[in-house]
């Protein structure tokens, strides 16, 4: 069993790995981490003992079957906390992602599984994002951020891909929501912000607010 630390090492690789499927370099894991190289070298011994991860020297560390579950374990915890903390306990959408990183450490498989119970078995969360099942499978939806589309793109923000809490005020403050339909008007060519319209209101949003709406496919 990986200790609170392993865990949040796994859960960043893996992000970080596009679930899974490529190397990730040790700076990488650094930068997300906050903490330097030889710190994450230190973990990276640790976590190949393990069987985790695979460390190869210049093509950086894959993360490994069994690690990949236990990562899928931490991220399902995490998301069926903040599904709790905004529908039973009326939590803000941007108020619940450091709470949830303290309660997604609980190694208790019964209390997890009782929670997805209550919660009527969520398949996403507040920003929806996919919940792993109890058997650590996601069904990741297709979906694309707006800010690659073309003018003219209508369809349904499906989640948001940055937890950060002033985004969310934002986006909460915008109407910018999962489950709410938008339309891409235009895109401007000195900045690359576009007009967009949500639930019949123009807006004009960043770059890096666009990036980070993903819409259906």
Do not use: C
């Not at 990488?28 to 003992?49: G, N, P, R, Y």
């Not at 969310?168 to 891409?184: D, E, S």
């Amino acid at each position: 069993m990986p200790s609170f630390t392993e865990e949040n090492y796994l859960k960043a690789i893996y992000h970080l790995s596009g679930s899974g499927s490529q190397a990730v370099l040790t700076n990488e894991i650094a930068e997300v981490m906050h903490t330097k190289a030889a710190s994450v070298t230190d973990m990276i011994k640790k976590l190949s003992a393990k069987n985790f991860i695979s460390y190869e020297k210049y093509y950086g560390v894959k993360i490994t079957k069994q690690g990949k579950s236990e990562a899928l374990m931490v991220i399902r915890k995490h998301r069926l906390w903040e599904t709790f903390l905004v529908e039973k306990l009326r939590f803000n959408w941007d108020e619940v992602h450091e709470i949830a990183e303290q309660l997604e450490h609980i190694q208790s498989a019964v209390l997890i599984q009782k929670l997805d119970e209550f919660l009527g078995f969520p398949t996403t969360d507040p920003h929806g994002e996919p919940i792993p099942d109890k058997h650590g499978k996601i069904a990741v939806p297709l979906r694309q951020p707006l800010h690659g589309l073309a003018a003219g793109y209508t369809g349904t923000i499906e989640a948001v891909h940055d937890s950060d809490s002033n985004l969310l005020k934002y986006l909460n403050r915008i109407g910018a929501v999962p489950g709410k339909t938008i339309k891409l008007i235009g895109k401007e060519e000195y900045d690359e912000s576009l007009e967009v319209e949500v639930d019949g209101k123009r807006l004009t949003i960043s770059k890096t607010v666009a990036e980070n709406i993903l819409v259906t496919a």
